[in-house]
């Protein structure tokens, strides 16, 4: 490992999270053995005070994941030119077996912390905390997911080698190579484009329909199109939104739309769509919570909040994506 | 109005320094009354008051205010029960040296979503009711101890609160400052507050306007009375 | 005024400072000799490896060029004394042995 | 969004920080600076290699150098017409270059033979480049021309003492302007002929051989096919080169970052303690919030203004002194450690290249641990219990 600043910044970061939430989990199994509502002992008002502790780490962590993920990336950018052959991220994170997992696991250490605190969100209204014990269980998830993000990082700054050629952008999403990056690159644009956009109005549609009324099929509905819109929109930033943003018929890079020479568009992008995703996907999960009596009023409204956000954002990131097609001279067909 | 169940509360439960400060009350105080809590230094007194203030919880028991058990509720939810019920008013005033005494004032309603010419409007009005409005500016080290027990009834009356509970408020104040003190609560009573006091002051209970005693030793009640 | 409005005016300003700065920073790189096309004809022509940062030594003044290999620099039992010396990393052998491995496909 | 309550909390945490003037704008004071030579580190560091990054871009794609026993070693010309007929490589040419100690000065220049140099008409030079006949003619860097006791000017002479011992005087034709001085401070440029005449060069020898590679992707098989025919050579990539640069600025700033984690740790320390070590006076100021109505989050939110302004403020005023200082100021205070030290020492401006991934580097390395370290000593400020004021 070298001592570059954007690894020494990385690194450092995620010590610090992990201590952070080591100690917000151990005080997690406390409060799953030992929390009883109806005590009022000053043992449970203690744990109750300990709450408020561990709802803040996490928070902080949670922020610190945000800006780590984009850290994560930027830093591959930056030392490809220590990597032959690397000509961005993408042969930075391919220089070695974890580079590509070490950022999936971020974002899963994203997503787990924001669930966490979208259920904490909720639970702090119910006078009785009906979430709790399930609330600190997925606390510990995140903490096993957390530390394998961290070996995963660790791994991977520590096991580069400079004279270890990798295959670059040009290479993974190529429509000539292997694997599913350059099946994703290789797939048609049109087909790619129809299906991406009719997705998009399903799940709007669905969006508006669990926002007027917060019951069952439209909800999950609603979950279950946005995962799926998230995972085609991953697939179609590579085949061929990327390619508009780039002018180029052959450039499929999910990562290069991230730096200054395409106006950072890339951070508003990925924002907007992990974040519509993600409050629509929550917009189900908490359906089921619904049937705990303290809970019965503060769930529809928190779903009609996040379908409304969530179509928002998702608009908002189809527009984005959807301008260069438009505005820009390059045409596919 | 409020309630209390068999109230028991004790500290430091399960060690060496167990102490058991209040044991098994049960009182009640309704709308409009004028209570003195009253007995000697080390009886009860000012635990109960913080029970019933839902600054802290019973040990056992149940603590009702208006009809609603509070004595399990969360902190989250107690202190807003609390921000919008009572008002306090503390022996030693508690302000916060260093702020204005229209700052002090406005303090307790800073975490709510109220804009701040509204909530200054507010405070400007108590403190005009108090006689106060050409203090407002002065740091409140700087005022007088009449001064100061004025701006914390000031702060207590600033979330127009149904009850206000009072811990010993004449011990540092002077027969015709604590007249003066009696009177505004008086006042207070009047326009349909209820008021709890918490006093070994004669000056207080001898007052033929309080219509509830209820005397603590030992942190349990003694006997309790109504008038009228 | 609010306290937290006085903030963040200050907040502001400060950004403002910065915004500046990163103008000042644009307009600077885009007139910096590093972009004019005598340097790089410079460069080009005359075939330079290195930059001139310190010309202690010759492996600090061309440190792409030097033998960072060898053991001693200058000969057996001498010691390492420039300054330099203390701040450029160990060497760099990747030339050494290029073998072609590739992850991901 | 309750975006009053926010501000009003905000208010009270901004008073509350004014009345303790002195400790505060000392806390301030203290993360100013260490923020301050951490950014100016990471912003001198990051340009250097930028630039590195841009002029070296230019550099030949192939030096090949000859070893022998581990040193290196004068090449022989004849070797160029089997490198030519590697597939991929247009051009071979020699290098001749070394450097020449002055004992006047106590300085080291690098001295560069040239053939026909194809520089005409160059802007940053004054004067011109000696022609590939001239025997007598030199064009030489600003500061040789500022080192010596009588600043050199067109026209005058250097004297230089050759392989023999004899003196041999140059004319100066031409002067490097000081915008390029980042990669001709110290040179002395003369022909090729009068290069090994002033070295006693053998024939067809070189220092090394530069080669041309048209093709891009043709780099590394050109030269691994140079190192099969010839196993004593060394073939240096024009990447590797560049990859040097960044590894030596990363390396040394990431040196003396190391140096300054001690200063943030102890400046860690010193938060966590004034966290943790709350006076009496705000432990009684927090139990009076919580009595007359502020709850347990409040306070927190509080704690979390409090370190924001903290840091926010030392981070935005260090990173403006850092850029003021490394780019306006020429970056005096560290840039000794950074450039190295010699007699010839090149003035030149830095060009500001400055990120948002260094602004967030930054930002990882010292507001993160700082705010972290306040997070569980703002908590236990925040439990106090409400009735101990009335205990109390």
Not at chain 4, 325 to 344: C, E, M, R, T, Y
Request: aromatic content about 12%; proline content about 4%.
């Amino acid at each position: 490992m070298f001592l570059h600043p954007g690894i020494i910044a990385l690194t450092l970061g995620s010590v610090i999270v992990l201590l952070l939430v080591f100690f917000a989990s151990a005080l997690g199994i406390k409060i799953i053995r030992r929390w009883d509502i109806k005590s009022s002992s000053e043992e449970q008002l203690m744990l109750e005070r300990k709450t408020y502790l561990v709802s803040t780490l996490v928070q902080y962590a949670l922020l610190f994941e945000v800006v780590s993920i984009f850290l994560f990336i930027y830093t591959a950018e930056d030392i490809h030119t220590l990597l032959a052959g690397a000509m961005c991220a993408t042969g930075s994170l391919n220089a070695n077996p974890f580079g590509f997992p070490a950022l999936y696991a971020k974002i899963a250490v994203f997503f787990t912390a924001a669930s966490w605190i979208a259920v904490n969100h909720l639970d702090n209204k119910a006078e009785d905390y009906p979430l709790i014990k399930m609330k600190y269980k997925l606390l510990l998830a995140a903490l096993v997911l957390l530390i394998t993000e961290f070996i995963l990082q660790f791994l991977y700054f520590l096991k580069i080698e400079p004279d270890v050629i990798t295959s670059c952008c040009g290479v993974m999403f190529s429509e000539k190579g292997k694997g599913i990056a350059s099946s994703l690159a290789s797939f048609p644009p049109l087909p790619a484009m129809i299906l991406f956009y009719s997705l998009f109005a399903v799940t709007t549609a669905t969006g508006a329909a669990a926002y007027k009324q917060q019951r069952k099929p439209f909800t999950y509905l609603l979950s279950i199109f946005t995962f799926m819109f998230f995972i085609f929109s991953i697939a179609a930033i590579i085949s061929f939104i990327s390619l508009y943003f780039y002018q180029l018929p052959t450039h499929h890079c999910p990562f290069d739309i991230l730096q200054k020479e395409y106006y950072y568009i890339g951070y508003p992008l990925y924002a907007f769509l992990f974040a519509g995703s993600f409050l629509g996907i929550m917009a189900g999960v908490v359906e089921r919570f619904k049937k705990i009596p303290s809970m019965n009023r503060i769930i529809p409204a928190a779903q009609k909040r996040w379908a409304l956000y969530s179509i928002i954002f998702l608009t908002i990131f189809t527009l984005i994506a959807s301008a260069p097609i438009i505005l820009l001279p390059f045409r596919l067909y | 109005m409020i309630k209390t169940e068999n109230i028991t509360k004790d500290f430091n439960k399960g060690m060496r320094d167990e102490v058991t400060a209040v044991k098994d009350v049960s009182i009640e105080i309704n709308k409009g009354d004028f209570a003195v809590l009253k007995g000697p230094s080390g009886s009860g007194k000012t635990t109960l008051l913080s029970l019933i203030g839902c600054m802290s919880r019973p040990t056992s028991g149940r603590v009702l205010v208006e009809n609603r058990d509070v004595s399990r509720l969360p902190e989250r939810f107690m202190t807003k029960v609390r921000r919008n019920t009572f008002g306090f008013i503390f022996q030693q005033f508690h302000l916060i040296k260093g702020l204005t005494v229209s700052d002090n004032v406005m303090l307790p309603l800073y975490p709510t979503d109220i804009t701040p010419s509204e909530l200054r409007k507010r405070a400007e009005d108590i403190l005009n009711t108090l006689g106060m409005s050409d203090r407002k500016k002065f740091q409140v080290q700087k005022l007088s101890g009449g001064e100061q027990q004025r701006t914390a009834i000031a702060r207590a009356l600033i979330n127009n609160p149904a009850i206000i509970l009072a811990d010993e408020p004449t011990a540092h104040l002077d027969t015709h400052l604590s007249e003066e003190f009696l009177s505004i609560m008086r006042n207070l009573q009047q326009q349909g507050k209820t008021i709890v006091i918490a006093t070994h002051d004669p000056l207080v209970y001898e007052k033929e306007y309080v219509n509830l005693y209820i005397e603590m030793r030992d942190g349990m009640v003694r006997g309790a009375g109504r008038k009228h | 005024m609010r306290k937290s409005t006085a903030f963040f005016i200050f907040i502001t300003a400060n950004l403002a400072v910065m915004a500046a700065l990163y103008i000042h920073s644009l307009t600077a790189v885009s007139k910096h000799p590093v972009f004019k096309k005598e340097i790089k004809e410079i460069a080009e022509k005359l075939r330079l490896t290195d930059l001139v940062l310190s010309t202690d030594a010759r492996y600090t003044r061309h440190p792409s060029q030097a033998d960072l290999f060898s053991a001693f620099q200058d000969f057996p039992g001498s010691i390492e004394h420039f300054p330099t010396g203390s701040v450029i990393p160990p060497p760099d052998f990747s030339y050494m042995r290029t073998e072609i491995r590739i992850y991901g496909n | 969004m309750a975006i009053n309550k926010h501000k009003n909390i905000l208010d009270y945490t901004l008073q509350s920080l004014l009345r303790r003037k002195f400790k505060n704008t000392g806390i301030i004071l203290v993360f100013t600076f260490i923020i301050f030579a951490v950014s100016s580190i990471i912003l001198l560091s990051y340009s250097l290699k930028k630039e590195a990054g841009m002029l070296l871009k230019y550099s030949p794609e192939i030096i090949v150098q000859k070893i022998l026993a581990g040193r290196h070693e004068l090449i022989s010309t004849k070797i160029k017409n089997e490198i030519m007929g590697i597939p991929g490589v247009s051009k071979v040419e020699p290098r001749y270059w070394g450097y020449y100690y002055d004992s006047g000065v106590r300085a080291n220049y690098t001295i560069i033979g040239i053939g026909v140099s194809g520089i005409e008409n160059n802007r940053l030079i004054k004067g011109r480049m000696p022609s590939a006949n001239e025997k007598n003619a030199a064009a030489i860097g600003r500061e040789i021309a500022d080192a010596r006791i009588i600043k050199k000017d067109i026209g005058d002479s250097l004297n230089l003492q050759n392989s023999e011992g004899r003196w041999m005087e140059f004319k100066i034709v031409g002067i490097f302007e000081s915008d390029s001085e980042i990669l001709t401070a110290d040179l002395i440029i003369i022909s090729e002929s009068a290069f090994k005449s002033l070295v006693g060069m053998p024939e067809d020898t070189a220092t090394d051989l530069a080669v041309r590679v048209a093709n891009e992707t043709e780099i590394p098989t050109a030269a691994r096919k140079i190192k099969e025919l010839f196993p004593y050579s060394r073939p240096i990539l024009r990447d590797e080169v560049i990859r040097t640069y960044d590894a030596v600025f990363g390396w040394r700033s990431g040196l003396i970052l190391a140096m300054f984690a001690g200063a943030l740790a102890a400046f860690i320390i010193l938060a966590w303690d004034k966290a943790t070590g709350l006076s009496a006076e705000e432990k009684q100021e927090i139990g009076i919030l919580k009595a007359i109505g502020w709850e347990t989050s409040d306070i927190l939110e509080m704690k979390f203004w409090e370190g924001l302004v903290i840091s926010l403020t030392s981070f935005m005023c260090g990173l403006i002194l850092a850029y003021l200082h490394i780019f306006l100021l020429d970056g005096f205070l560290f840039a000794p450690a950074l450039k190295g030290w010699s007699v010839i020492y090149p003035h030149f401006n830095l060009a500001p290249f400055i990120d948002f991934y260094q602004i967030a580097i930054l930002m990882a390395i010292t507001v993160l641990p700082y705010i972290a370290s306040t997070i569980i000593p703002s908590w236990k400020a925040s439990i106090t219990d409400p009735d101990t004021v009335m205990r109390g």
